[in-house]
C-alpha cells in the first residue's frame, strides 16, 4: 500500500507552526484558544495584539481558518431580520382552500334549532 504524503504547502505550515510553538510560544495560540479569541472578536474588538495573534494563526491554520468564515456566515444568517410569510391569497387559492374546507367538515344542518 502507498502512503499518502503530504503536499508542499501543507509541510511548510507544519514546519511553520513548530518553529514558531519552539521559538515563540508566547505569540503563538493553540486551536482552541483562536477560536474562543476569534469568537470574542465577532463581539467586541479585540487589542492590537490579539489581532496580530490571531491574524498569524490564521495565515498557519487552515482549519481554524475554515472555521472562523464559517463562524461569521452563521452570525451574520443568524442576524438577519426574518422576512414574514405572504399572507394574502390570490382569489383562486382562497376559493379553493374554502371549497376543501367545506368538503372536509361539512355544516351539520340547522333543522334542530329554532
Do not use: Y
Not at 78 to 83: F, G, L, N, Q
Not at 86 to 109: D, I, K
Request: glycine share 2%; hydrophobic share 40%; proline share 8%.
Amino acid at each position: 500500500m502507498t502512503e499518502l504524503k503530504p503536499s508542499a504547502p501543507a509541510t511548510l505550515m507544519v514546519r511553520v507552526e513548530r518553529w514558531m510553538i519552539q521559538r515563540m510560544p508566547w505569540i503563538w495560540l493553540s486551536c482552541e484558544q483562536f477560536q474562543q479569541l476569534a469568537s470574542a472578536a465577532m463581539d467586541r474588538p479585540p487589542s492590537t495584539w490579539v489581532r496580530v495573534k490571531l491574524a498569524l494563526h490564521r495565515l498557519a491554520c487552515g482549519f481554524c481558518r475554515d472555521q472562523e468564515h464559517h463562524q461569521r456566515q452563521l452570525r451574520t444568517l443568524v442576524r438577519e431580520p426574518i422576512e414574514p410569510a405572504a399572507t394574502t391569497l390570490t382569489p383562486e387559492l382562497e376559493q379553493r382552500l374554502r371549497a376543501a374546507m367545506a368538503a372536509a367538515h361539512p355544516r351539520e344542518s340547522n333543522a334542530g334549532r329554532s
